[in-house]
């Protein structure tokens, strides 16, 4: 296939605010019953008569949060509302709508936006949930996106990060450490591209890692998954600046200490392979890499049953009191304390 040395590039000022707006949100559905109005008017208008709203929004900033270098737009696009989908899951709700606000310097031509864009609408079809609204402005300092998801949940449903009690089992989705991993990989092939432009890296080893990384999913399906099994949890929360992180942020909420093993903590082969690749120790970046999206909760112990076996779900530790801290149980069999150094959006720095 012969690359297109000059690809189209239509730029912004041609559609004007307004002519963006409808241009990129053109082929945007409305699927949920509680739209009753979406993209089109000055506001949404939303009809959530029989459950409690939940609301979450996230931004993301170039340089900061993403590297334009190695992320594709329309991963890009999936990726901000899978952030916030997943914040919504981490309460025990559904998600049911999304809105999508851009900052965007005239570096960006129609078509950077439509990629964009294109993956906003796969994530939107797949999760099932509708884009209703958002804004467009200029930027000065590349791409800015914000996004605000908005969830129901009966309230009886609703799960928050206080609620966690003495013996109640700590227990994590899926597996963690692996989109931290794929970032290293990406950022160690930006730095040889730029000694050697020629380089064309040989990212399959990494497929499952660096797909964590620029394609990450929201656990829709363990919300749906514990109503079938007739779990509620205690407390959760999702895995977004690293496993100490959200540790905490329970401990704290819900008063109580924990104690977790490292030999229980779920890693893929792929990021225990890299991680010696690298020479990184692979609990270190579990517990602080940040960005897997896994769900983090507590459960009583008299549901264990019901969870048992289950290959989504790891017991990982449990709940003690707050006097006896927050510890890691190493292999060695030793008392370590847990220490956040996950992500600080304060400091753009992990």
Known sequence: MIEDKNPQRTSLEQLGEFGLIEHLTKNFDVTQRSTVKGIGDDAAVLDHTSSQIVVTTDLLV?????????????????????????????????????????????????????????????????????????????????????????GEVHKDDVVLRAGAKPNDLLVVTGDI??????????????????????????????????????????????????????????????????????????????????????????????????????????????????EDYELLMTVSQEDFPKIKGNPNLTVIGYITEKARGMLLITRGEQAVPIIAKGWNAMKNEA
């Open 177 to 290: 450490g692996a989109a931290y991993m794929g970032l290293q990989v990406l950022e160690r092939e930006k730095e040889v591209f730029k000694v050697n432009p020629q380089n064309q890296p040989d990212l399959d080893p990494y497929t499952y890692i660096i797909e964590r990384q620029l394609k990450p999913e929201a656990r829709k399906d363990i919300v749906e998954l514990l109503k079938q099994l007739e779990v509620k949890p205690t407390s959760m929360i999702d895995i977004s600046d690293g496993l100490s992180s959200e540790i905490m942020h329970i401990c704290k909420q819900s008063d109580v200490g924990v104690e977790i093993y490292e030999n229980k903590i779920p890693l893929d082969p792929q990021v225990i392979s890299t991680c010696e690749e690298f020479n990184i120790d692979s609990t270190t970046i579990a517990l602080n890499g940040g």
């Open 62 to 150: 170039e340089n900061v949060h993403f590297d334009l270098s190695y992320v594709p737009l329309k991963h890009l696009g999936y990726k901000a509302v899978i952030v916030n989908l997943s914040d919504v899951y981490a309460m025990n709700a559904m998600a049911t709508q999304v809105t999508i606000s851009i900052a965007v310097s005239n570096r960006f031509p129609l078509e950077a936006l439509e990629a964009l864009y294109e993956g906003i609408e796969t994530a939107a079809k797949l999760y099932n949930v509708d884009v209703i609204g958002g804004d467009t402005t200029s930027s000065t300092t590349g791409l800015i996106i914000s996004v605000t998801a908005i």
